[in-house]
């Protein structure tokens, strides 16, 4: 009966997995705009037109920035090289981050599978599981791997350091494995010396992923069997003391500097909101989790949940909300444990109901995320049920594109700030938080009494001048001069009656 039961759920999954990244190489065609994409397409900008001192992404300053990651340069070189667009290379970002992503669920998996059917079947189901086993409620963030969540973040650095972590525990668990089996022979100083570098780069990269990846690390080495030696200890100081020289030599920006970064609570606290419409579906890999926890005291996956899980309930508790990030550090493990319990039950009868439960709760999740085909399929394609979870994506700012060139500076409020620099322009005002700016509250106040009702016009001209502003944008009723001031020339009409003045005095 286990060989039938298997001989159906192999091929099921491996379906369902392949119409998943179908469904995501679809997505990445039309390349849908939400969230941050903006300041990834503006680092990229700013790359391509110097790849040594780019100066701020968003604003007009000579500043360094945490987005100019190892991989960032690499694709603002690229598109240096080639000529290639911004979105273009965004396109091909989110290609290498899908394949990362997906080879290195498959490749760490295999290293937990203890049987051969398992190591077949486990991978697709923990795909599905990464993507599907989260709420009953839509819930999108970077770095977290909700189906819809990904589809509006794939091209994102989250996506990519996700992706090389994944591989990272992988590699890592294979090299302690090595060294046990061949007397320290089998991983040397080069393969350690390699993951230490690899840590580093995914650091870089994503700070909130390296996190997680740093937890998942440690979970790894602390649930590995045997316990590793002495000498494998000292190749893991080895491979950490040149992952942190290369985070202090990185030149683009100071690593270590992020540590006194503040201003990010209030963003974040809507992590610690709704929890269970937001992850309850992730409670079956908890039940996992205690399962695989009664066979092994220290299962690295069990590890690695309880890392996550501390941290993010210390920030809950304490009001760091931006602590919320490690999440993934919980929710990972747990997945990938429904996925493999599947084939790890003790008993034929245990087997089929936890599987029963674990497609009870895709299908849910499924049914929640369902909106993501309306990024590939017409809406009024759609069903009318899925149709209604649809959510459209912004549309951007490229029709400021044929008046506003490279490098000219907008006054525009955050929303709008958060998409224009994508197109090459820059704002007043960054449309994130910047730790190394350090006018960054006075920028903000600037652009609060341009548009507030309140301000003279002298003050309102004072700004524009000392920010060397040459265009606005801005919505009606957002305030700011009138629009038939003598200063002001209405150059463009853009979606849902936004106006694009030329400052001309």
Known sequence: MRVASNAVIRPLTWAAALLTVVLLLLVIVRLPWAGDLGIHAATIERLRHDLVDPGNPLVDADTPSPYYSPWMVLLGGLAKGTGLGTFVVLRGAAVVGLSLLATGVWHFVRTFARTQSARRAAPPLALLCLLLLWGPRLFNWSGFLGLNSLALTISYP??????LSFHFWALLRKALRRASEDGDGGAGWPVFLGLGALWSVILLSHQFTGVVASFGALA???????WPSWAVFVRLGGALALGFAVLASWPYYSFFGLFGAGGLEEIHRSLYRHLLPHYGFALIGVLALVLRWRRDRRDPLVLFFLLGAAMFAAGGLTGHYSWGRVLPAALVPA???AALEVFELGTRGLRRAFAALLGAALLLGAWTQAGTLGYVIPRDALPSPVAAKYKAPWPGYKWLTPHVGYGDVVMAKTFPARQIPAYGPRTVAPGYPDFFLPDQEERLAATKDYFAEGTSRAERLSVLHRYGVRWIVEYPGDGGLRP????????????????????VG
């Open 158 to 163: 989250s996506t990519f350091a996700l992706g």
């Open 220 to 226: 790894m080495v602390a649930g590995a069997r045997p």
């Open 335 to 337: 997945q990938l444990a």
């Open 484 to 503: 038939d001031d003598p200063a002001l020339r209405k150059v463009e009409t853009g979606p849902k009656g936004q106006v694009l003045y030329e400052v």
